[in-house]
């Protein structure tokens, strides 16, 4: 007798990506859906540009322990999970360091949920964790977030992908007239390998600059190191915002 097979979409594995092909929008992704327009947008639909203007702050006023991500206030009880520190620079395209830039993470807590209202998985929330931080470079373009490993996670519409550990950021400075978006991957992962936004990648040159590199850090947590270089060859891969 012949084995039974589903032709339903969320039955289906995800598909390697081709080489070249981008990826444009991933079913399931609610917030993503909603943004992605099912038409070609007209002349009176878009918003009119402006310049940027020359005062576009060169400073960003951030609280301290803003980066420290393993509690949702100072004296409050410590998150759920591995304590990991991710830490890295952000560079030009020369290899020079880019001071005051703002950065954003956002994660998943230890069981693989976010803190959002679209996320309805029913994995349960951790009280002690928000799952957001903020930093700004120094001078020497280095940057440092404090925060709890996340785990991987069922993808909604499909019964067959979760999506590995992974880590969001999101770049914001003088001088860069978008703000730019990317994640970074754990090294080891076998689910690296299976993830479709993963596989979207060029090559693999693309895929390991995207991984980040683990050692042992001072105090015992593991910590991964992650540089985002914003242009030239060896530019960071970016997903649109």
């Not at 609610?30 to 878009?46: C, F, I, Y």
Request: charged fraction near 30%.
């Amino acid at each position: 007798m012949a084995k039974a097979t589903t032709t339903s979409r969320a039955a289906r594995a995800p598909r390697p990506v081709k080489p070249g092909r981008q990826l444009k929008r991933i079913e399931g992704y609610a917030v993503q859906n909603k943004r992605t327009p099912s038409r070609r947008l007209g002349k009176l639909d878009a918003t009119p540009w402006q310049t940027l203007g020359p005062f576009y702050p060169h400073e960003f006023l951030i609280e301290p322990g803003e980066n420290d991500m393993t509690r949702i206030a100072k004296g409050k009880p410590r998150a759920k999970g591995e304590i990991i520190d991710v830490v890295g620079r952000v560079l030009d395209e020369d290899g020079r360091p880019v001071r005051g830039c703002l950065i954003e993470a956002w994660q998943c807590n230890a069981a693989g949920r976010y803190r959002h209202a679209v996320d309805q998985s029913g994995i349960p929330l951790d009280p002690n964790f928000n799952g957001v931080g903020r930093t700004v470079t120094d001078e020497d373009g280095r940057y440092r977030f404090h925060t709890i490993k996340p785990a991987a996670y069922p993808v909604p519409g499909y019964d067959s992908w979760k999506r590995p550990r992974h880590i969001h950021f999101s770049l914001y400075a003088a001088g860069i007239l978008d703000r730019l978006i990317t994640q970074m991957y754990f090294p080891g992962e076998r689910l690296n390998r299976r993830d479709f936004m993963f596989n979207a990648l060029p090559d693999d040159r693309a895929r390991r600059a995207l991984t980040g590199k683990a050692s042992r850090g001072a105090r015992g947590a593991t910590t991964y190191t992650f540089d985002m270089v914003l242009r030239g060859s060896r530019e960071t891969p970016f997903f649109e915002a």
